[in-house]
């Protein structure tokens, strides 16, 4: 049985996209609508292909490849900085591997369930 999307789920998409990576789930949960306390919770379960596999299909193959490269990107900008001969600019020390590895994965999670 296939579910539609609610209005918030399809702006919590729609953030993510539209911003092209440059926010995380969280941020696009706050935006969308769902409340700021449970934002990284429900950011996740939005993005959990078990429990709402309806807001993960609603990306496309293309849409999910170009986010995809963004978030690559991230990562390799983080990597390069810390191990690399690239210096951090303002604002850099702040970003964390961990959550950019995580959105590398989720978004390879998205284009294995299409």
């Given at each position: 049985m296939n579910k539609r999307l609610t209005v918030k789920q399809i702006k919590f998409v729609n953030e993510l996209v539209r911003e092209d990576g440059s926010i995380t789930p969280t941020e696009a949960a706050?935006?969308?609508?769902?409340?700021?306390?449970?934002?990284?919770?429900?950011?996740?379960?939005?993005l959990n292909v078990q429990r709402n596999p309806e807001v993960v299909r609603y990306f496309d193959e293309l849409t999910n490849t170009t986010i995809l490269m963004e978030e690559v990107g991230e990562l390799a900008r983080i990597v390069s900085r810390k191990y690399g001969e690239q210096s951090y600019k303002e604002g850099e020390k702040d970003l964390d591997m961990a959550d950019e590895i995580a959105d590398v994965m989720w978004v390879l999670i998205c284009i294995a369930n299409q």
């Open positions: 706050r935006r969308a609508g769902y409340s700021v306390d449970r934002a990284r919770t429900t950011a996740s379960e939005l």
